[in-house]
């Protein structure tokens, strides 16, 4: 999980809940990372910004997953659906919109 200044990685037996391991690491010199401070773009428009780029209408896409998530100290949106058999992966910076990766192949 992450906090504002660090990242923290636990691992926990699942039979017992003891914690066997546990890590902590500071983000981008402790400030949170690039863009922690800044407002956020929201899902419903990373939402927008990726169903445009595939070509598509949001009204048009059943999304898997979409949720707020850090990656390397940068908020970002992870954004997953299906269209027409194909699934498409996203990642978008959570404040200006940029789409960081992307990626699609078709649907099991």
Known sequence: ???STHEYDYE????TGAILERKSEALNGG?????DSKTYIGLEQAKAIVAAHAGFAVSE????EAKLDFEDGYAVYEIE????GVEYE???NAVNGEIMEHKSEVDD
Do not use: D, E, P
């Open 1 to 3: 999980f992450y906090t």
């Open 12 to 15: 926990i037996n699942a039979l």
């Open 31 to 35: 400030n949170g990372g690039n863009n």
């Open 61 to 64: 896409i059943r999304f898997k």
């Open 81 to 84: 659906f299906v269209k027409n």
């Open 90 to 92: 996203y990642t978008v």
